[in-house]
């Protein structure tokens, strides 16, 4: 049976100055459910910290990437008073944040260290912040909680310690007051610094949830929920007020940023709803992703995510051979990617994997494609975005319209669908998809 807490998240644009954090705050105030908060980096800090793991920076290109992640935390800084336990431990932290960054060979676990800084010292000003509006708060240091293994850069939690830890230490303080976490970061067994991969903190907020049998989870961040597709793109683009976790699952997986892919995870295990809104507009209502399923059938909005890679395979002796699949699969498990859409044919099997351009480390790295070329010819195809229409049973002929004729339109690269009745997915070259996004929500969604 689920607790009476809720977990509230909030993102690095809603703790990116003072204001927005003094707003996040009063949403807390108003909410005494709300335990246990998750916070990110604030706005701009981890692209920083992403440029500071690159091992070919000169000692003054990291002097520049310091002083600009100290001077976005001293704007909010001279508009606080810190208390003695704050003070102490946001110098500490900043201290060792400067001598790590300066570091200019840092391995894979400094790197982890460097990228986890931002959520490290945002969340002392939050807990600060907490306190101004007269809450109980105090901080909590997310390594002593999440539990993950030691695949820096992209670790795995691990459920069964994370809960365990949280029984541990969360227990007792959970009644009394607000507890200040990070999201995204972690600690493997060894102690060391570990992260979830960028974005990870909504993932984190429902690893939390879930360790603490939450009754629900509240993202907050700078939209007013999950809309049919990115309101930048489409002015008539809406919000979705209810959507199922299958619906939000596919929708985090194929590029609505609002809302990290993991996050559904936790919560579709624990059966514990998510909620998302605006820390600007918390009054405006928002999204909320529970376990039953949607009412409405059909397609009920279009995301992209761009920066795709299409990886073929191409084999003869794949032609009436067991065992070419799980040989491929194995090499890209040993070096942790994950694989979004797949086709085959009968000598050939095509990949779509993610290549997020501000990630830490390649996605697809030289050593697994020269592994997979002693068996097979291999071919990588960049620049490329994937397009998904996602809602619940979709089917090739719907009642109103036939959606081959509204794709025949476009140069499609690859097109995949069967595999779930809550998605269509193609790929198309990066420099046309924000187009095909607007016909297709005009055709389908704005009617």
Same mark, same amino acid.
């Given at each position: 049976?689920?607790?009476?807490?809720?977990?509230?998240?909030?993102?690095?644009?809603?703790?990116?100055?003072?204001?927005?954090?003094?707003?996040?705050?009063?949403?807390?105030?108003?909410?005494?459910?709300?335990?246990?908060?998750?916070?990110?980096?604030?706005?701009?800090?981890?692209?920083?910290?992403?440029?500071?793991?690159?091992?070919?920076?000169?000692?003054?290109?990291?002097?520049?990437?310091?002083?600009?992640?100290?001077?976005?935390?001293?704007?909010?800084?001279?508009?606080?008073?810190?208390?003695?336990?704050?003070?102490?431990?946001?110098?500490?932290?900043?201290?060792?944040?400067?001598?790590?960054?300066?570091?200019?060979?840092?391995?894979?676990?400094?790197?982890?260290?460097?990228?986890?800084?931002?959520?490290?010292?945002?969340?002392?000003?939050?807990?600060?912040?907490?306190?101004?509006?007269?809450?109980?708060?105090?901080?909590?240091?997310?390594?002593?909680?999440?539990?993950?293994?030691?695949?820096?850069?992209?670790?795995?939690?691990?459920?069964?310690?994370?809960?365990?830890?949280?029984?541990?230490?969360?227990?007792?303080?959970?009644?009394?007051?607000?507890?200040?976490?990070?999201?995204?970061?972690?600690?493997?067994?060894?102690?060391?610094?570990?992260?979830?991969?960028?974005?990870?903190?909504?993932?984190?907020?429902?690893?939390?949830?879930?360790?603490?049998?939450?009754?629900?989870?509240?993202?907050?961040?700078?939209?007013?929920?999950?809309?049919?597709?990115?309101?930048?793109?489409?002015?008539?683009?809406?919000?979705?007020?209810?959507?199922?976790?299958?619906?939000?699952?596919?929708?985090?997986?194929?590029?609505?940023?609002?809302?990290?892919?993991?996050?559904?995870?936790?919560?579709?295990?624990?059966?514990?709803?998510?909620?998302?809104?605006?820390?600007?507009?918390?009054?405006?209502?928002?999204?909320?992703?529970?376990?039953?399923?949607?009412?409405?059938?059909?397609?009920?909005?279009?995301?992209?995510?761009?920066?795709?890679?299409? +990886?073929?395979?191409?084999?003869?002796?794949?032609?009436?051979?067991?065992?070419?699949?799980?040989?491929?699969?194995?090499?890209?498990?040993?070096?942790?990617?994950?694989?979004?859409?797949?086709?085959?044919?009968?000598?050939?099997?095509? +990949?779509?994997?993610?290549?997020?351009?501000?990630?830490?480390?390649?996605?697809?790295?030289?050593?697994? +494609?020269?592994?997979?070329?002693?068996?097979?010819?291999?071919?990588?195809?960049?620049?490329?975005?994937?397009?998904?229409?996602?809602?619940?049973?979709?089917?090739?002929?719907?009642?109103?319209?036939?959606?081959?004729?509204?794709?025949?339109?476009?140069?499609?690269?690859?097109?995949?669908?069967?595999?779930?009745?809550?998605?269509?997915?193609?790929?198309?070259?990066?420099?046309?998809?924000?187009?095909?996004?607007?016909?297709?929500?005009?055709?389908?969604?704005?009617?």
């Amino acid at each position: 049976m689920n607790s009476s807490y809720v977990v509230a998240k909030f993102g690095g644009t809603s703790v990116a100055d003072f204001e927005s954090m003094k707003r996040c705050a009063q949403i807390i105030k108003n909410n005494s459910q709300v335990r246990l908060v998750a916070v990110s980096a604030s706005a701009g800090v981890t692209n920083h910290l992403v440029s500071l793991c690159q091992n070919d920076l000169k000692l003054t290109q990291r002097n520049e990437h310091i002083e600009q992640v100290c001077n976005i935390q001293n704007s909010i800084l001279k508009k606080l008073s810190l208390d003695k336990d704050i003070a102490d431990g946001f110098n500490q932290t900043l201290n060792k944040f400067k001598n790590l960054a300066r570091n200019i060979d840092p391995t894979e676990k400094e790197k982890d260290s460097l990228l986890s800084f931002g959520e490290r010292l945002s969340s002392y000003l939050f807990t600060q912040v907490l306190r101004g509006v007269d809450i109980d708060a105090v901080r909590l240091d997310a390594r002593n909680v999440l539990k993950t293994d030691s695949k820096f850069g992209k670790a795995t939690p691990n459920i069964c310690a994370t809960k365990k830890a949280a029984s541990a230490n969360l227990t007792t303080l959970l009644s009394t007051k607000v507890l200040v976490t990070q999201g995204f970061i972690g600690s493997d067994q060894q102690g060391n610094t570990t992260t979830l991969g960028r974005g990870g903190s909504d993932y984190s907020a429902a690893l939390f949830a879930e360790a603490i049998d939450a009754s629900a989870i509240h993202i907050w961040t700078d939209v007013v929920g999950i809309f049919s597709t990115d309101p930048r793109l489409c002015s008539k683009a809406t919000p979705i007020a209810k959507l199922s976790f299958d619906e939000a699952a596919e929708m985090a997986t194929f590029g609505a940023k609002v809302l990290h892919p993991a996050t559904i995870l936790p919560a579709s295990r624990a059966g514990i709803p998510v909620f998302v809104g605006s820390s600007r507009a918390p009054d405006e209502g928002g999204t909320w992703i529970e376990k039953s399923q949607t009412r409405h059938s059909g397609i009920r909005a279009v995301t992209q995510r761009k920066n795709q890679i299409l +990886l073929t395979l191409k084999s003869p002796e794949m032609l009436l051979a067991s065992g070419f699949l799980a040989k491929v699969f194995t090499i890209l498990a040993q070096y942790n990617i994950s694989v979004d859409l797949v086709t085959t044919s009968e000598i050939s099997v095509a +990949l779509t994997l993610d290549n997020a351009p501000n990630a830490s480390r390649p996605e697809l790295e030289q050593e697994c +494609l020269d592994l997979l070329s002693e068996f097979c010819h291999v071919s990588v195809e960049n620049n490329l975005t994937l397009i998904a229409l996602i809602g619940s049973q979709i089917q090739l002929q719907q009642e109103e319209i036939n959606l081959m004729h509204v794709l025949a339109d476009f140069n499609i690269r690859m097109i995949c669908h069967g595999a779930s009745k809550h998605n269509l997915c193609f790929l198309v070259e990066q420099s046309n998809s924000d187009h095909i996004v607007q016909s297709i929500h005009s055709r389908l969604l704005e009617a």
